[in-house]
């Protein structure tokens, strides 16, 4: 499956964005979907996860409450809403698939989107 995200640009503090990640290639029903993010000269981090039938969610607490990760499998594509945007989320934002594992660790994806850029100005 090939994963595409966009959405990504310049706000300010307190504004937001949705991000958008759609799947080419196969459908993307069966896979745990799920967002991490780069920030320069830092490790990628887990943001967001969704599980099959988007019943089941885990964020990680620096964007609890602000960030809601959904998913139209119709549409072969996930979402994330941002809001209350902080400068600390401008990051390298990517989507990411799995087909096995329902996981807050980026070494169990096994697809990945290009990124998309979010830059958060104060």
């Known amino acids: 499956v090939q994963l595409q995200a966009s959405g990504g640009g310049l706000v300010q503090a307190g504004g937001s964005l949705r991000l958008s990640c759609v799947a080419s290639?196969?459908?993307?029903?069966?896979?745990?979907l799920a967002w991490f993010r780069q920030a320069p000269g830092k490790e990628r981090e887990f943001v967001a996860v969704?599980?099959?039938?988007?019943?089941?969610?885990d964020y990680a607490d620096s964007v609890k409450d602000r960030f809601t990760i959904s998913r139209d499998n119709a549409k072969n594509t996930m979402y994330l809403q941002m809001n209350s945007l902080k400068p600390e989320d401008t990051a390298t934002y990517y989507c990411?698939?799995?087909?096995?594992?329902?996981?807050?660790?980026?070494?169990?994806?096994?697809?990945w989107g290009q990124g998309t850029q979010v830059t958060v100005s104060s």
């Open positions: 969704i599980s099959f039938s988007a019943f089941n969610t």
């Open positions: 990411a698939a799995s087909s096995r594992h329902w996981s807050r660790r980026d070494y169990d994806y096994d697809y």
């Open positions: 290639g196969r459908t993307f029903s069966p896979y745990v």
